[in-house]
């Protein structure tokens, strides 16, 4: 007889297929959760000691002493790696120490060279000396001090929170050159940054994550101080530029702090040794169109010079197109 007409066999349950799910519904506990309950709820359930909850208590005080101590061995630098962080350290601090031990020396020279030539020039040449004393504090080779205007400038972060990192929300070099170049314009006699002074050969640039005054390094937050009558000023910066460039940077998470003060004292520069060059005649050779005359540190190609009163920089806007540092 062939399998199509074979006699049926018993009948199947409808949930047949369902065995775990109705064992789950019918069972929705463990045996041993059961047989625990089925204690406790007769009474015969044993009470748990105190000597049961001081070990479960050691028991978890040891296991979290041990994952903490993994997480801070496994955060930890290796050995090799610290060494070279304190030898870097130590050659920073010895560096920055001897640099300053030198900026120390050549402000002490300087000061000596000025007064012998002072002297030498009172003595010889009034009108000379006379000049000198006039074309000093523009110069930046003396300090000064007088009422003026400070304005601060801070790294900041977004207004909405969010995370960037395209550099936006720092300060950068044509935001110093911007305020430096419209206080100038504004009425300031002298100006200076985080304490450096600038002049009319003074270069205002970036480099990397720093901003260099001259080789001088600078971080946020930067001061830049203005001499001069602080009202004047703070209502010319407002119809420049430079003003409305000043006041676009709330929206990049940037503070900006103007305040009026009294007295601001200012160092001075030092002595400036200026190189000038002179065209050739026409019998010596062809004129050296290129022949310009500068000082040192302003002679960098890609280098904006700031002030003298000057107010070249151009671009009030910011960071369209720029790259981020």
């Known amino acids: 007889m062939s399998r199509r007409h074979a006699e049926p066999g018993p009948a199947r349950a409808a949930d047949e297929s369902m065995t775990l799910i109705n064992e789950v519904y019918r069972r929705p506990l463990d045996p041993g959760y059961l047989d625990v309950a089925a204690r406790r709820a007769a009474g ?37 790696v610290l060494e070279a962080r304190a030898l870097l350290e130590a050659e920073i601090r010895e560096r920055t120490a001897h640099v300053d031990e030198l900026r120390r020396g050549n402000a002490a020279l300087s000061a000596q060279i000025a007064q012998l030539q002072s002297r030498a020039a009172s003595t010889d040449d009034p009108e000379l000396f006379a000049q000198l004393q006039r074309d000093a504090v523009p110069a930046g080779v003396v300090p000064v001090t007088g009422p003026g205007l400070r304005v601060v400038l801070t790294d900041g972060v977004p207004v909405d929170g969010a995370a960037r990192d395209d550099g936006s929300t720092y300060v950068l070099d044509l935001d110093l050159q911007t305020l ?53 000023m703070q209502t010319r910066l407002a119809r420049l530029a430079a003003g409305q460039s000043l006041a676009s940077l709330a929206q990049y998470g940037i503070d900006v702090r103007m305040s009026a003060q009294r007295t601001l004292e200012l160092p001075g520069r030092g002595q400036i040794t200026l190189r000038s060059a002179q065209v050739l005649g026409a019998e010596d050779g062809p004129a050296d169109a290129g022949a310009v005359s500068g000082a040192g540190d302003a002679t960098a190609s890609g280098t ?22």
């Open 180 to 232: 430096v170049n419209g206080l100038w314009a504004a009425g300031a006699e002298a100006v200076a940054v985080n304490g450096e002074r600038v002049t009319s050969t003074t270069a205002i640039r970036g480099a990397g994550a720093a901003v260099l005054v001259d080789s001088t390094a600078v971080s946020s937050p930067y001061t830049v101080e203005a001499i001069g009558h602080a009202e004047t």
């Open 304 to 325: 904006d010079v700031l002030g003298g009163g000057s107010s070249d920089v151009a671009g009030s806007g910011r960071r369209d197109g720029e790259e981020a540092r």
């Open 44 to 80: 015969t359930a044993r009470p748990r000691t105190v000597l049961g909850a001081v070990a479960l208590l050691v028991l978890a005080v040891a296991l979290g002493a041990f994952a903490t101590t993994s997480a801070v061995a496994l955060r930890r630098p290796a050995p090799a």
